[in-house]
T-cell receptor, first 116, second 114 residues
């Protein structure tokens, strides 16, 4: 079975500061890795994903994440936080089973607060 | 392309009543998923369909939850009878079965059971 651990349920940063949201996963097969953002009363929006290829993945809104197989990590970063980044962030893992994209396993989420 | 459509957006019911949620995936997406997201937690898969067949329903409380995907397109998730602990957001997602692809989520249905 696959699982995801997000370290820190709440992260607070000042506007303009570095954002670092941590994610570790366990998977018995090469994983697909995702970061989603969820604003209040909205669905999940994909920030970025890693499936194959380059391990440094760039996403929307200036976010990026690096897949480190040796550390089983997929941490999300953004060099300079903006007030609009305040939201809940979810890391997730899945795999490709035969000809079907499998289920997503989500972490518990990290609430990002950005102070002015 | 149009996104994943879900309705209703909000629903309030009393315990022991029944409720149904509807999902229309992106055209051409063979795989459809229903997730339950309880407040303060990450989404949890309830059921996965491949076309109109069930791939995984191991997490679905089958004594009260049911789901169908007739004709391999739209899907309906039903709860009967509802319990207080069913209060959650129910998210529908769909996907192409193609290497490197991902998932597209709908906006969800927020269910409150009182």
């Amino acid at each position: 079975a696959q699982s995801v651990t997000q370290l820190g349920s709440h992260v607070s940063v000042s506007e303009g500061a570095l954002v670092l949201l941590r994610c570790n996963y366990s998977s018995s097969v090469p994983p697909y890795l995702f970061w989603y953002v969820q604003y209040p009363n909205q669905g999940l929006q994909l920030l970025l994903k890693y499936t194959t290829g380059a391990t440094l993945v760039k996403g929307i809104n200036g976010f990026e994440a690096e897949f480190k197989k040796s550390e089983t990590s997929f941490h999300l970063t953004k060099p300079s936080a903006h007030m609009s980044d305040a939201a809940e962030y979810f890391c997730a893992v899945s795999d490709f089973m035969g000809s079907t994209l499998g289920r997503l396993y989500f972490g518990r989420g990290t609430q990002l607060t950005v102070w002015p | 392309e149009a996104g994943v459509a879900q309705s209703p957006r909000y629903k309030i019911i009393e315990k022991r009543q029944s409720v149904a949620f509807w999902c229309n995936p992106i055209s051409g997406h063979a795989t459809l998923y229903w997730y339950q997201q309880i407040l303060g937690q990450g989404p949890k898969l309830l059921i996965q369909f491949q076309n109109n067949g069930v791939v995984d329903d191991s997490q679905l409380p089958k004594d009260r939850f049911s789901a169908e995907r007739l004709k391999g397109v739209d899907s309906t998730l039903k709860i009967q009878p509802a319990k207080l602990e069913d209060s959650a957001v129910y998210l529908c997602a769909s996907s192409l079965n193609r290497e490197g692809y991902g998932y597209t989520f709908g906006s969800g249905t927020r269910l409150t059971v009182v």
